[in-house]
């Protein structure tokens, strides 16, 4: 296993980042556990939850994991708040008011004495950067976070988070968390630069789009039982599933079959290799699953293949709105709603 530089901080984690964001929904704890074993033997010392996965559940079977294998001082632990918990006013956003009980909360689910990166889960616009980031000063001074890291947030407010960190010492963001895979590579166009520029690590979630490049989705042939898209054209939000994005997938097929690999092994290995990328996540529901990831791990690109990659999908391209990136990750955090599920 590589092991990374995350950012502009002395803390190293692993190329790959197993994510748990299933964990408490189709992943039950027992098999959440037998995923974290074989992340951690396979080299991964990196592992993402938040508070609102599952409402707190994922967190919960993520500690009990670590306490149960007695690994947790091998890892570098991540999770997230900022999103709705609860149905009050004050029960989502970044506020002093929250963030102080959801850090406090995060804490008691992993069973653990600190958090090693902390990420502000999705922008909130009526909360003063200053309260922010003075908010998380404290939290990292009492020990309780260690290192401070952003999801879905655009560059200009990355700017001034850099900016009001750097004038009042307080923590830097060392990573951003944003969805980036050969299905939506917006990302490349201004963040990807900004952040090598500035030295913020970037650990993208949904390097296989949801598994519309898991190579289960092919064009002209039914889907299987138990995925989540059902038929070409299904609005899921994210327009993921569309004719598009299977003329994606049967380009890239033939590729990933001429190094011998499955179609998401091969998509998560380039997120890998791309420039700036720290640590991608994988959301490995499964101990099979887990293991493809790992095996991706191992996979290299000519440059050659890079560029014919370019040619199906070209630089800074997208053939869908994953995660609807440029439309949600500046909304207010008004109401719940506008927080959405991630």
Not at 41 to 53: E, L, M, P, T
Request: glycine letters at 10%; charged letters at 25%; aromatic letters at 8%.
């Amino acid at each position: 296993m590589e092991y990374r530089q995350l950012g502009r901080s002395g803390m190293r984690v692993s190329k790959l980042c197993l994510g748990t964001m299933s964990y408490g929904g189709r992943t039950d704890g027992q098999e959440a556990a037998r995923i974290i074993d074989v992340a951690l033997d396979g080299g991964i010392n990196h592992i993402d939850s938040a508070d609102v996965y599952s409402r707190g559940v994922s967190e919960e079977y993520v500690g009990s994991a670590l306490v149960a294998n007695g690994r947790r001082d091998e890892i570098v632990l991540a999770t997230k708040g900022v999103a709705t918990m609860g149905d009050g006013p004050n029960d989502h956003g970044a506020s002093r008011y929250h963030l102080t009980r959801a850090v406090e909360a995060s804490l008691r689910r992993l069973q653990t004495d600190r958090i090693d990166l902390y990420y502000l889960h999705i922008t909130d616009i009526t909360t003063p950067l200053d309260e922010i980031f003075e908010t998380l000063d404290i939290l990292v001074k009492q020990g309780k976070i260690l290192y401070v890291g952003t999801s879905k947030w655009p560059v200009p407010l990355i700017m001034e988070a850099l900016w009001l960190a750097d004038k009042h010492n307080w923590p830097r963001p060392i990573a951003e968390q944003p969805p980036y895979n050969l299905t939506d590579r917006r990302v490349e166009l201004e963040l990807v630069w900004t952040c090598m520029r500035h030295g913020i690590g970037i650990c993208p979630f949904g390097p296989i789009a949801g598994g519309i490049l898991s190579g289960v989705y092919r064009k002209g042939q039914p889907t299987p039982e138990g995925h989540q898209f059902k038929e070409i054209g299904q609005k899921d939000g994210h327009n993921r599933y569309t004719e598009a994005t299977m003329d994606l997938v049967e380009g890239l097929v033939p590729l990933a079959e001429a190094k011998g690999v499955t179609l998401a092994e091969y998509a998560l290995a380039w997120v890998m290799q791309r420039p700036g990328i720290t640590s991608p996540i994988t959301g490995a529901r499964t101990v099979a699953q887990i293991e493809s990831s790992l095996r991706a791990c191992e996979i290299k690109f000519e440059a050659d293949e890079l560029a014919r990659i370019d040619e199906i999908i070209a630089p800074g391209a997208n053939v869908t709105n994953y995660c609807t990136l440029y439309d949600r990750m500046c909304r207010s955090v008004n109401t719940p709603e506008a927080l959405g599920p991630f």
